[in-house]
């Protein structure tokens, strides 16, 4: 999510508007609505991006026929898929190639789900439930593999996993969960706060899986009530106790800070931590490529210096200019959402 959101306002920077987006960035109202006041045009079509037009695809990934339309017309395309749907692209496309049947666990009519059949659909059967995995079919003597979209909840894909493994003791899986990590935590740490909360507050909207995994977890844990919010103009004035606050993995910090602050809290905060997370993924390379080559162009036409050197570096602001693309590591999603703010 914060590579898409990054790579998203580099386009933002880069071109005049519209830039166009191929879905929702992330499923995040607020990040979306954002986006949409820098001049970004969201679309459910790739045919409805003009010729040479700038063009973002999403992070939930594409299906090959789409991200093959979308760079015709010489659109100019960025490809900000999350690396964890792309690792699962890939093992589908394997063991397809291999003559598998695919058991894929994951939401109906879900971007991700829908890009991630794409790409072996005559391999790949959607399992949702433990029943689904019982009525799934497969032909006599054909190997059997089990992949999973990325924003699951952990409890979700564990039951039907070891169902799977019931039906196909020699079942396939990949030696790396397909699980996101950043949902997967913010499962844990929820689990250790619900069960002992008066309320437990969802920062997210109703289109974001992890969000909704994060409601089924609190409800699971014993919360008595769970409120899902857009923001914190949403919650309601009467909330007491023990209050939990999480949020879905593309939730902004600032909207996180809101709540808190909406809810002010007379015993102070407790924060709880159940990893620290130093996961950390590159801008996508043809957006590499796009602001080297831009870079270069400046600096042959201008005499300015390339992005990324000490030169072109703007003072106090690691946001200030193109040179921060050698910092990308450095600088959040939500930093570069409070400059497009700004």
Known sequence: MEKAIKALAWMVRVFEPPVYCYHEIVHNRHVVDQFRDQGVVFVDDVDEVPAGAPLMLSAHGSAPEVVANA????????????????????????????????????HDGHEEAVGTMAVAPEAVRLVQTEDDVDGARVPPGTS??????????????????????????????????????????????LKAIAGRSDAVVVIGSVN???????????????CPLVLRVNAADELPGDLSGTVGVTAGASAPDELVDAVLARLAP?????????????????????????????????????????????????????????????????????????????
């Open 208 to 222: 974001s899986s992890n969000t909704r995994a994060l409601e089924k977890v609190a409800r699971a844990s014993g």
């Open 71 to 106: 760079r015709r017309f010489d659109r100019v395309v960025v490809d900000a898929v999350c690396p964890l749907v792309t690792k699962v692209h890939h093992e589908l496309k394997v063991r397809a190639r291999k003559g598998y049947t695919v058991l894929y666990v994951g």
């Open 266 to 342: 007379v015993e102070g905060i407790e924060e709880v931590r159940v990893t620290d997370e130093d996961e950390y993924f590159p801008p996508p390379p043809e957006m590499r490529d796009l602001l080297a080559g831009l870079g270069s162009a400046l600096a042959l036409g201008l005499g300015a210096p390339p992005p990324g050197t000490a030169a072109a570096a703007g003072p106090g602001d690691p946001t200030d200019d193109l040179g921060t693309l050698s910092r990308d590591r450095h600088v959040s999603a939500a930093d570069v959402l409070a400059r497009l703010a700004g």
């Open 144 to 189: 059997v593999a089990l992949l999973a979209q990325t924003t699951l909840s952990h409890d979700e894909w564990s039951g039907i996993m070891a169902r799977a493994r019931e039906r196909f003791p020699d079942l396939w899986m990949p030696n790396r969960s397909d699980l996101c990590f950043a949902t997967t935590n913010r499962q844990a740490a």
